[in-house]
């Protein structure tokens, strides 16, 4: 039976609740999830406060609803299940996940997917800013898994991206995989300014317009085998790739030459055939 957390009312100020992962709520009972602390603003109170619950945590489908926009840190850690957020979602979702799979059908704030490791973070609406980025003082963000994105996406969506796949079927902001390190973001609507400034390894690939920075050079126009793979991924997730995007030729710029300029973007340039 799928347990079910309705949000009863929108919370004046941001609510933390570090503790809503389909893992770590498994063979919990009614009362003791509702007995789980979470922060109001800096008030420690009881997510029974905040949420009315349903259902039993015996298994491993969470689903929580209502508008979640100030609620912080949802499926934050999570390692295994399936947790779908009916609605908006705050602040930091998903971050630092290693499994399971996270679906919010509605928009997410910044940081959703920083630091991720694994797993799969769905987001029907659109992303804010640092989409799996890098908190300050980390080396580097996500390292693994992959997030969907199927509407927008903030400014710097892949800072200081390690492994892993970000997707975004609409337009990303500025700055996309600043200091990226490896892995790989498919923007299929488009690229902001500074678009990989900093990076060292890895693939950005647009489908919209770009102007690389004057650190990148050009180096040739050809189809590239991986990225097929990529995309038919991509269509299979739902998202609207064409024929002209899975056989088109692409020009390739590599950089950052302020780096090792062993990072490319990729910009669909002409259908193929």
Known sequence: MTLTLTLREQPAVPLETEGLCPDRLAGASREDIESLTVWH???????????????????????????????????????????????????????GMRGGELRVEGDAGDW?????????????????RQLGGVYPGERAGMRGGEIVVHGDAGAQAGAGLRRGLIAV???????????????????LGGLG????????????????PATPLATFVFSCRYRPP????????????????????LGGRYARWCGDSLELRRGEILMLEEAGA
Not at 83 to 89: D, E, I
Not at 112 to 128: D, I, N
Not at 228 to 238: F, M, N, Q, S, V
């Open 112 to 128: 959703a997917g920083a630091g991720m490791r694994g797993g799969q973070l769905v987001v029907q609406g659109s992303a804010g």
């Open 169 to 187: 079927a609409g337009r990303v902001g500025d700055a996309a995989g600043l200091r990226m390190l490896a892995g790989t973001i498919v923007a």
């Open 193 to 208: 300014a500074r678009a990989g400034a900093g990076m060292r390894r890895g693939s950005i690939v647009t489908m919209g």
């Open 226 to 245: 991986f990225l097929g793979l990529y995309l038919r991924r991509l269509r299979a997730l739902g998202l609207d790739v064409t024929d002209e995007q």
């Open 41 to 95: 603003g800096n008030e420690r109170t009881r997510l029974g406060e905040f949420f009315a619950v349903a259902g039993s945590g015996d298994g491993d489908d969470v689903r929580l609803e209502g508008d979640l926009s100030r609620v912080k840190f949802v499926g934050a850690g999570m390692s295994a299940g399936r947790l779908t957020v009916a609605g908006h979602v705050g602040m930091h979702a998903g971050a």
